[in-house]
Nanobody, 124 residues
Framework: QAHLVESGGGLVQAGGSLRLSCAAS????????MGWFRQAPGVEREFVAA????????YYKDSVKGRFTISRDNAKNTVYLQMNSLKPEDTAVYYC?????????????????WGPGTQVTVSS
């Protein structure tokens, strides 16, 4: 399985932007799905976005549509999450995950490979 490492987190003011990266090493598969999840203190981990390696199909949590964009560079085995118009409620640890879900792409249990996370803090 692939080893995943996130980067790009940090502190930003409301309305600002950040781009997260998830670098995958080891074997990856064209049929795999790469997802971003986030977890804030006292809140359950939630789905943010996902993309398929082969077709580039994208999926988003409703609250980030129009603000976040997920993309991938297959040659570099890297997935990105461009986050614009950030809000304080976006503050969380963001996790990259890999899996091969047939259905229910937004379900956390469908992913079996996770990165250690990167902190995103948005100040008001």
């Amino acid at each position: 399985q692939a080893h995943l490492v996130e980067s790009g987190g940090g502190l930003v003011q409301a309305g600002g932007s950040l781009r997260l990266s998830c670098a995958a090493s080891g074997r990856t598969f064209s049929s795999y799905v790469m997802g971003w999840f986030r977890q804030a203190p006292g809140v359950e981990r939630e789905f943010v976005a996902a993309i398929t390696w082969s077709g580039g199909n994208t999926y988003y949590k409703d609250s980030v549509k129009g603000r976040f964009t997920i993309s991938r560079d297959n040659a570099k085995n890297t997935v990105y999450l461009q986050m614009n118009s950030l809000k304080p409620e976006d503050t969380a640890v963001y996790y990259c995950a890999a899996g091969a879900p047939q259905t229910a792409i937004a379900t956390m249990s469908k992913y079996d490979n996770w990165g250690p996370g990167t902190q995103v803090t948005v100040s008001s």
